[in-house]
Every structure is written in structure tokens, then in C-alpha cells.
């Protein structure tokens, strides 16, 4: 069975600053892994998708994530917080073979001026 | 283009009723997946549909149900309405079913259970 687990509910930055979003993550295959951002009543929005290929993955907005397969992580980070960053982040993980998609409970980022 | 839509967008039902959510994927494909999304939790799988069939069921009751019709549209189909199933339903759409191939979501539709 897979699962994911977010280290963290909440995260305060200042604008200006690094982003970290912890995941790690549990999967019996070949998983492939997803972040996802959600914006208050807005739909879910794809950031970056890790499928076996290149470890460091790099997604829209300057975010990226790094596979790390001996830690079972999956973290998600950016050089530097926007204000419009501010929103809730979901880890996913998706087993080779299959197609649904196991959310983690998720990461509210919260960005101060 | 036009991304995944769903109807309608909020929805008030009583205990014990029926609702049925719909929901048009992107055009061109195939693949429709439905999640509920508890108030602060992330979304849960219910069911993924792939060429009019079954692909994929969560762990959900009977009560919820679905179908895929042949222009690819779906419905998700709730009886016996019960509070805990006030939820944000979200629906999404694939090209092909499998692993690799990214899920685009639509907006989702807020139930809300009285």
C-alpha cells in the first residue's frame, strides 16, 4: 500500500525567503510523485511530477523537489517565498501501475510581507 | 480549451437525500477520477473511470456510485446522504490511464449535508 505523510501542517515564511514542504513517502513499487498546490476555492493545480527520470525536478513557478529514494523523501522547495505562493500544498504518490493518486493530509504555506 | 468542469459548483441537501454530480473532462480525454475532500484533509479516491469502465474504487461505501457515459462525461451518484459526506467533490481528467500521465482537476463541487 502507498501513503504519504507531510512533516508539517503549517509553514511561515517572509516574503523574500526559502520554501521547504516536507514529504516522505511509502510505496511498494516504483512509485512516481506529484506536488500539487491549491489556492482557496480554486481547483488543484499540478506544480511538478517526479516519473523515474531525473531525480531533481523541476516545476512551474521556481519550485522544484529532489527524489531521494534512500530517504524516502520527496521535499518540495524554492528559492524564494512570492506572496501569491501562499496556499495549501499536497504531496502525492501514485504506484507504477496504477493511476489513482494518495494524497498527504497537506502543508498550509503562509507568506508575511 | 476549455479545463475540467463541474456542475453545479455548491450544492444544500438534507440527510437521507440523493445527489448526483457531474462532471466534463478536458476534451480528448478518456480518463475521469473522482476524490472527495474533507475540510482539512487532502482529497480521497472514490472511483476512476477509463473508457465507460470501472478502473479504480476507494474506500467508500456502496451509497456512492458512478458512471462514465460515451462522450466521456461522468457522474458520481451519493445516496443516503449522511453529514460526514459534506465534502468538496473534485473531479479529474487524464489522457490514458496509467501512472505517468498527469490528472488536471476541475474546480470541484462544495456539498454541504443539513
Known amino acids: 500500500a502507498q501513503s504519504v505523510t507531510q512533516l508539517d501542517s503549517h509553514v511561515s515564511v517572509s516574503e523574500g525567503t526559502p520554501v521547504l514542504l516536507r514529504c516522505n513517502y511509502s510505496?511498494?513499487?516504483?512509485?512516481?510523485l506529484f506536488w500539487y498546490v491549491q489556492h482557496p476555492n480554486k481547483g488543484l493545480q499540478l506544480l511538478l511530477k517526479?516519473?523515474?527520470?531525473?531525480?531533481l525536478v523541476k516545476g512551474i513557478n521556481g519550485f522544484e523537489a529532489e527524489f531521494k529514494k534512500s530517504e524516502t523523501s520527496f521535499h518540495l522547495t524554492k528559492p524564494s517565498a512570492h506572496m501569491s505562493d501562499a496556499a495549501e500544498y499536497f504531496c502525492?504518490?501514485?504506484?507504477?501501475?496504477?493511476?489513482?493518486?494518495?494524497f498527504g493530509k497537506g502543508t498550509m504555506l503562509l507568506v508575511s510581507p | 480549451d476549455a479545463g475540467v468542469t463541474q456542475s453545479p459548483t455548491h450544492l444544500i441537501k438534507t440527510r437521507g437525500q440523493q445527489v448526483t454530480l457531474r462532471c466534463s473532462p478536458i476534451?480528448?480525454?478518456?480518463?475521469v477520477s473522482w476524490y472527495q475532500q474533507v475540510l482539512g484533509q487532502g482529497p480521497q479516491f472514490i472511483f476512476q473511470y477509463y473508457e465507460k469502465e470501472e478502473r479504480g474504487r476507494g474506500n467508500f461505501p456502496d451509497r456512492f456510485s458512478a458512471r462514465q457515459f460515451p462522450n466521456y462525461s461522468s457522474e458520481l451518484n451519493v445516496n443516503a446522504l449522511l453529514l460526514g459526506d459534506s465534502a468538496l467533490y473534485l473531479c479529474?481528467?487524464?489522457?490514458?490511464?496509467?501512472?505517468?500521465?498527469?490528472?488536471?482537476f476541475g474546480p470541484g463541487t462544495r456539498l454541504t449535508v443539513t
Open positions: 479529474a481528467s487524464s489522457l490514458p490511464f496509467g501512472t505517468n500521465y498527469e490528472q488536471y
Open positions: 517526479y516519473t523515474s527520470a531525473a531525480t
Open positions: 476534451s480528448g480525454h478518456k480518463s
Open positions: 510505496s511498494s513499487y516504483s512509485p512516481s
Open positions: 502525492v504518490v501514485s504506484e507504477a501501475g496504477y493511476s489513482t493518486l494518495t
